[in-house]
């Protein structure tokens, strides 16, 4: 199995930037997929940004293209969400996810507050 703890979440004012982080243990041996989503109460859960490991490719939603940077260090399971240029419309609990095509483990998410 696979354990997933994000970290960094926090209120901010419209402008500002803040730093997510995901460490992932466990059996974390062939996962090639890491992403983080977003969920607002009443909305499905938005996939943010992903890395795909193997290829090193990244891909964002277009609203956060530009504002939104994931990366990774492969050697200590650690994925980050650098995120700048904060609105009010990215207030949301923030989750990190992991699999091998698309996500199958899910941290418990941290709360971003932008106002």
């Known amino acids: 199995d696979v354990q997933l703890v994000e970290s960094g979440g926090g209120s901010v004012q419209t402008g500002g930037s803040l730093r997510l982080s995901c460490v992932a243990s466990?059996?974390?041996?062939?996962?090639?997929?890491m992403a983080w989503f977003r969920q607002t109460p009443g909305k499905e859960r938005e996939a943010v940004a992903a890395?795909?490991?193997?290829?090193?490719?990244?891909s964002y939603v277009p609203s956060v293209k530009g504002r939104f940077t994931i990366s990774q260090n492969k050697v200590n399971n650690t994925m980050w969400l650098h995120m700048n240029s904060l609105q009010p419309e990215d207030t949301a609990t923030y989750l990190c996810?992991?699999?091998?095509?698309?996500?199958?483990?899910w941290g418990q998410g941290t709360q971003v507050t932008v106002s």
């Open positions: 996810a992991a699999g091998y095509v698309g996500p199958i483990y």
């Open positions: 890395l795909y490991i193997d290829g090193d490719r990244a």
């Open positions: 466990g059996y974390t041996n062939g996962l090639n997929y």
